[in-house]
Nanobody, 124 residues
C-alpha cells in the first residue's frame, strides 16, 4: 500500500505565491510519475503539472510560466511552486503518483494513488 501525504496550500491574495508538497511512502518498486491535479467546485479534475522519474515535466497551459514542479526521487517527494496566483487557481489540489509495484516476485503492475487534497484559495 502506498500513501501520499500533502502539505501546503491555504489562502493567498492574487499575485502571491504558495508551495505544495507531497510525500509518497509505502511498498513500491518505483514511481513512474508524480503530479498535481486540481478540482474547482462544479468542474472536473484537471492536470496542473506532472513530472516523470527522469525529470520531464508537463504543465497545463493555464499555469505555464507561473508554476514549477520539481521532484526528489531519493525521498519520493514532489513540490509545486505556484507564483502569480490568480483567483481562477482556486481549487482543491490533489497529488497523484503512478506507482510500479511487484507482484509474485517478478510481475510489475502500475497503480494510481491519490492524496487527500489540499485547498488553495486565491482572493482578488
Amino acid at each position: 500500500q502506498v500513501q501520499l501525504v500533502e502539505s501546503g496550500g491555504g489562502l493567498v491574495q492574487a499575485g502571491g505565491s504558495l508551495r505544495l508538497s507531497c510525500a509518497a511512502s509505502g511498498t513500491m518498486f518505483s514511481i513512474k510519475s508524480m503530479g498535481w491535479y486540481r478540482q474547482a467546485p462544479g468542474k472536473q479534475r484537471e492536470l496542473v503539472a506532472a513530472v516523470t522519474a527522469g525529470g520531464r515535466a508537463n504543465y497545463a497551459d493555464s499555469v505555464k510560466g507561473r508554476f514549477t514542479i520539481s521532484r526528489d526521487n531519493v525521498v519520493n517527494t514532489v513540490t509545486l511552486q505556484m507564483g502569480s496566483l490568480k483567483p481562477e487557481d482556486t481549487a482543491n489540489y490533489y497529488c497523484k503518483a503512478v506507482v510500479i509495484v511487484v507482484h509474485g516476485g517478478s510481475s510489475l503492475y502500475e497503480y494510481d494513488y491519490w492524496g487527500q487534497g489540499t485547498q488553495v484559495t486565491v482572493s482578488s
